[in-house]
């Protein structure tokens, strides 16, 4: 079965500063990866996602991630954070099947400080 | 992409009752999933529609409890039965849509609150 392991429920960075976070699937075929970004008392929106193709995959509001095989990740990254980017942000796996449903991380909230 | 609704946004239900939420979409829909976000906790997936069939329900979840309906290519509901506490979350409706392979996108979500 698949699953998704997001490390640390909450990271804490300065304005400024780079954004990482983790996420680590499990999977017995090659998946399908994606990043949502979910703002306070508002639904998901994807940020990017990793289908086939390039490994480093360039999302919305200066966000990227790379698909390591070796390492099963697909880390989220953002070189300089905003406070508008405090968020909670979640990672997700689908299977290529038939049913392409969705499998969520736990989630991890970003909190930006000035 | 696509404009995607929900009815209701929230709403505050007594223990026992049902509340059907809606779910509207204004392009043709391929694969209907809807989903359950508990109070700080991720998504789950509760079941997963495709028209003209029975849904498919994922492990803990059954239909009497979630009855689903998916009566057109553009439009979903799906009832939460003899509400508890516990059923109070965030429920999301998640369509793929036709001729968008790979994505999935995300109603607004209907916030239920079970008193």
């Known amino acids: 079965a698949q699953s998704v392991t997001q490390l640390g429920s909450h990271v804490s960075v300065s304005e400024g500063a780079l954004v990482l976070l983790r996420c680590n699937y499990s999977s017995s075929v090659p998946p399908y990866l994606f990043w949502y970004v979910q703002y306070p008392n508002q639904g998901l929106q994807l940020l990017l996602k990793y289908t086939t193709g390039a490994t480093l995959v360039k999302g919305i509001n200066g966000f990227e991630a790379e698909f390591k095989k070796s390492e099963t990740s697909f880390h989220l990254t953002k070189p300089s954070a905003h406070m508008s980017d405090a968020a909670e942000y979640f990672c997700?796996?689908?299977?290529?099947?038939?049913?392409?449903?969705?499998?969520f991380g736990s989630g991890t909230r970003l909190l930006v400080r000035p | 992409s696509a404009v995607i609704s929900q009815k209701p946004s929230r709403d505050i239900c007594q223990r026992g009752t049902s509340l059907t939420i809606q779910c509207q979409v204004d392009?043709?829909?391929?694969?209907m999933f809807w989903y359950r976000q508990q109070p700080g906790q991720s998504l789950t997936l509760i079941a997963t529609?495709?028209?003209?069939?029975?849904?498919?329900?994922e492990s803990g979840f059954v239909i009497d409890k979630f009855p689903i309906s998916r009566p057109n290519l553009t439009f979903s509901t799906l009832t939460v039965s003899n509400m508890s506490p516990e059923d109070s979350s965030i429920y999301l409706c998640?369509?793929?849509?036709?001729?968008?392979?790979?994505?999935?996108?995300f109603g607004p979500g209907t916030r239920l609150t079970v008193l």
């Open positions: 392009s043709q829909v391929t694969m």
């Open positions: 998640s369509p793929r849509l036709a001729g968008v392979p790979n994505e999935q996108f």
């Open positions: 997700a796996v689908s299977d290529q099947g038939s049913s392409y449903k969705l499998i």
């Open positions: 529609a495709n028209q003209g069939s029975e849904a498919t329900y």
